[in-house]
């Protein structure tokens, strides 16, 4: 019954693809938050305007900036009733259209843990934390970089192969470029056995001859590993994502991943798509608690927002003992020198 509202919304887009903020009368929206943001420091703007709805929730805004997210119930009842006409004059349909595909900019702080398990080898256990930051440069180009930790508990045995078992721990990074509906990036991998391998079977002993889906991890055909650079290009819009990642040193041709991800229901969030090899794939399903937010202002500033993810989960399924396992939690912060509309990195 949770997946109602936010099936509702997804027709209501699609019938008009492009929300408008509505004007709101700001002594109405002031007695309002009066009761519901008691802890807040109210603005001192009469541009109050809300974007809704969005799942059962209305986004409320003070002068163009997001405020809070209300129930829809609350907002509807104090629309002014000339507002959607008088909004959407003002919004060219090129203008929300950037919007749209504007490029992710902000900030995560991520801590995860990945359990993954192919047909008949190990399974493969890891912590992980990453730290990431994308500066807007105007509207149209966002740069930025993170560092990530890995600690894997437990892997496939490699050693025979590489004649040293992956390694336990190691630090990567990260650096992108965005342009409109488009991501460049660039990783370091630090371990021949990462949390793609899971879709490779008999990882743990690489037989020969390798049969049908065992030609995807390659790792094992040096006798030693160093650090690989894996080469992504991610195409966005809105919700929907697709990924493409090659790394010659660890696997043949591009691993793949699509679909809409972060889609609101409420009080939660889900998304679906699935991953694939060249000759493997796997449906995913992720479902997460909506992200906490809290705005901190002080006088004269625009404010920061701070939202707090409590909990993500994914899992990816390719058949009986074949399946991926994914939980995270962290914070993530839009960027705050830009004053440009974009998407919150996630």
């Not at 966002?142 to 192969?161: I, K, N, T, Y």
């Not at 049969?211 to 995807?216: D, L, M, N, T, V």
């Not at 995270?328 to 960027?335: A, M, Y």
Request: a neutral charge; glycine letters at 10%.
């Amino acid at each position: 019954m949770i997946l109602i509202p936010a099936l509702v919304s997804i027709l209501v887009s699609a019938a008009d693809p492009f929300p408008v903020p509505a004007k709101l009368d700001s002594s109405r929206v002031r007695r309002l938050l009066a009761t519901v943001a008691t802890d807040s420091v109210m603005p001192r703007t009469s541009d109050w305007t809300f974007v809704g709805p969005v799942g059962d929730s209305a986004v409320l805004l003070a002068d163009g900036t997001e405020w809070m997210r209300l129930p829809w119930g609350m907002v509807r009842d104090l629309a002014s009733e000339d507002a959607p006409a008088s909004a959407a004059a003002t919004r060219p349909p090129g203008e929300l259209l950037m919007d749209w595909g504007a490029p992710p900019a902000g900030g995560r702080i991520w801590l995860a843990m990945d359990n993954a398990r192919g047909a008949r080898s190990t399974s493969l256990l890891e912590w992980s934390a990453n730290v990431a930051y994308r500066h807007a440069i105007g509207r149209y180009l966002s740069v930025g970089g993170g560092v990530s930790w890995e600690q894997f508990l437990f892997s496939p045995d490699v050693a025979r192969l590489t004649r040293d078992s992956s390694l336990p721990s190691g630090v990567g990074v990260l650096a992108s470029v965005c342009g409109p509906f488009v991501c460049g990036e660039l990783a370091r991998r630090v371990s021949p056995v990462e949390q793609e391998s899971w879709l490779q079977p008999d990882l743990d002993s690489l037989l020969q001859p390798q049969a049908e889906g065992k030609r995807f991890w390659v790792a094992g055909r040096s006798s030693s590993y160093d650090p690989a650079w894996e080469r992504r290009l991610v195409v966005h819009a809105g919700a929907f994502a697709y990924r493409a990642g090659w790394c010659p040193e660890l696997w043949e041709g591009p691993f793949q991943s699509v679909g809409f991800w972060d889609l609101p229901a409420g009080a939660l969030r889900f998304g679906f798509g699935m991953d694939w090899t060249p000759d493997r794939a796997a449906v995913r399903g992720e479902l997460s608690i909506a992200p906490i937010s809290r705005t901190f202002r002080s006088s004269g500033s625009d404010g920061f927002r701070l939202e707090f993810v409590p909990l993500d989960f994914s899992l990816a399924f390719r058949g009986i003992g074949e399946f991926q396992l994914a939980f995270r939690t962290g914070l993530r912060f839009p960027d705050p020198f830009s004053n440009h509309p974009s998407r919150t990195s996630r």
